[in-house]
């Protein structure tokens, strides 16, 4: 009976690992407490960059590459490369500049916290409560 | 319904092809035809189909994707000239003009990518994506993700005018980047064309081995199709000809015609019931024909026995004739005996009555004249006498009345009765020459003997128109006499010489009266168990030759 539900935690912690869950958040100030995906696509890509309040959007991406960045993008439906082309697009067409891209996960977190507007994108885990979460990626 | 039937005969016994019905038969037949000619169909459709594929993969899928990672390459190629330039452009109409041409590459690399990454998705779901082609084109993505943040740092420095930092960043880091991705793209076009070709190959080697197995099948069919014919030919038209074939000697009449087929199909049965009937028919004829040999047989023997009938009625007639033939005689002669007696006696008497008168008379001339006429007058009388006498005794001898039974005889005695019988009709016209030789006394039927004789002679006598000779020579031989009566008549026919002792025969007019003569003659002689032979040469004459046994 106990080896039956070691090996059944052992493969829940298996599968938690696996499906690790991303989480889009933002700024507490920002007026949506939930989004979704083509409203993040929209964002992201500069389509939109005003909150429903007026306030400016500030989108931040996340310079290391690992499963938080691809499964955030793979979300999104667009491959970084492809995202940064539409960046470079409206950089050069003087629209603005790419969003700035976070050292760590941390330096993500602490941003978002700091900066009204912001949305950005990091591990479930590690989530607190400076910043408002606005969708979960990723089964539970 | 059928493979129910099929299955229950299968348990009963092994089925065998012969064993089935013509019409299944057939249906065999010609749906095996049908089945190779669906499978080679089938066959040629499933290969045309992969073909198809195949090309399709090459036309829609890989040639565009070599297209569209060319388009990129060239395009990221332009990009990164027209940055190189941008540094160098002093003018800030050129560099804006230059800004909305790098936008406009990239929206053209954009859309590339777009294509590229939609006809991947589809040969995915084909399983035609290979992942050599898949991590090239990742690594190409993770390159091209580097070389655009490159980009946003290149443009930054351009527009807080650090030129110099600039072309370093762009010839730097960003050059080996550009080198990378671009080595990728040349890798992903590579690729495609190979996939292209290997497709094109595949479809070649495809094409090539459909044909030829199309050939081969084809010509497998023809050949299969040709034995199955046959097959069915010789299951059914082979015995067919064998039908008709026994049914034409059947109808030619040849009723010992067996069919030997064995199959259980309509044929064989019809076979069965043909020799059922050949052997029915055969019966029937057998008995046909021993019923007719039967008939044949009885006929013979009814013509037989009307033949002995009519023979036995004649002899009876004859019988009767020569029994009241011989009451005559008999009479007769017992009446003339009698008087001839007197006359005899009294001729005698006369003569010795002359004699006496002679010798008183010497002396008177005219009594000696008269007695000398007596006395030959008396001796004629007494002649004349003698000779009835001797008729009388001769027919008595033949008639034999007082003889009718079985007893010893003189043969020479009853040839000489039947001759003194004859002797009137031979007259001066026809001379005997007797030839007898020292023959003892036989036992017979005198009388019977003596009737055959009188035919021979009467026989002989109509045969000989005009004068003639009749020859008589009697022999012994081996315990048998021999009696041969020869005429030098005109003789009879060879092709009539057999059928002259048929009763009623006759060779002319001459002959009606002794039809029934010579075949009593022979029914006589055969009664004696003796022989009777007739050799004749026309013109010449003919000889009857009797053989009698003595004992």
Redesign the interface.
Known sequence: MKIVIVTLLFLFSLIGGLFSQVAVIAHKSVPVDEIKKTELLDFYSGDIKKWSDGSNVIVKDLKPKGDVKRIFYKFLGK????M??????S????EG??PE?MKSEEEMLQKIAATPGAIGFLSHTKVNNNVKTLIVIGKK | MFFVRCFSNQRVQKMKFKNLNLRTKQIIGFGIILAIMAGDHMFSIRNMAALKSELDEVSKSWLPRAVAISDININTAKLRSNQLQHVFATNDELKQDQLIRMAELITQIEANRDTYEQLTTQSEEKNLYSEEEANLYAAFDDKLDEYLELSFEFFKLIRDNKNQEAIGLLNGPAKELYNEFSDNLVKLVAVNQRDSFEAAARAEITFNSTYTIMTIVFGGTILLSIFIALGLVRFITVPVRQLEQAAGEVAKGDLEVQLHINSKDEIGRLARSFNQMTISLRNAKQKMQRQAQTLRAQNKQLEKAMRELRETQEQLLMKEKMASLGDLVAGVAHEINNPIGAVNASADVVRRCADKIESEARKNQQLQKTTKILKESAGVILTAGNRIAAIVKSLKNFARLDESEYQKTDIHEGIESSLILMENEFQNRISVVRDYHDIPEIVCYPGQLNQVFLSLLKNATNAIEGSGRISIKTTTENGHVRVEISDTGKGIPRRKLGKIFDFGFSTGDSRVKMSSGLSTAYNIVQKHHGEIKVDSEVGKGTTFSIVLPIK
């Open positions: 491959t970084p490369s492809r940064k082309s539409i960046w470079l697009k950089m050069l067409s003087g500049d790419p891209a």
